[in-house]
């Protein structure tokens, strides 16, 4: 019998574990990230003096998601935006609420961090994704522009 599923802050022993949920999340979107950068995005979650942090959704002692988030200023609000970067369940897990359970979490450690807002982007073709997102968020209908260096 499964248990049921834990929601918390990823802690540096889950390393092994989150890092084929990161390079899966990776492979969805076609990116290829260096191992320099994996190992500095993982260690910004536990250093005090940055904004970043990560969650985990688990059961039975296996990670089946994650979500990485960020603060940051904003020019029409006082307290701090909320980023929701990434967010990735394992393909067999989905459509059981993890991702659901995990963006939820976000919004719990954003308002208990006076952020007014929590916000994130997806591909336009991420069909799967945006049913969730229509379900617990609106779309305001911006469009990303980005010039790569």
Known sequence: ???SLIIRSAVPADFAQWLPLWEGYNTFYQR???????????SRFFDAYEPMHA????????LLGLVH????????????????QDLFTAAETRGQGI?????EA???????AGSPRVYWMTQESNV??????????????????RRQF
């Open 1 to 3: 019998m499964s248990t």
């Open 32 to 42: 290829t990230i260096p191992q320099e950068v994996t190992q500095m995005t993982w």
């Open 55 to 62: 969650v985990v959704a688990g059961r039975d002692g296996k």
């Open 69 to 84: 988030y960020l603060f940051h200023r904003n020019t029409a609000m006082l307290g701090p935006t909320c980023y929701l």
């Open 99 to 103: 991702g659901r359970a995990l963006i």
């Open 106 to 112: 976000v919004y719990e450690r954003a308002q208990a």
């Open 128 to 145: 799967t994704a945006r049913k969730l997102y229509d379900q617990v968020a609106e779309n305001p209908g911006f469009i990303q522009y």
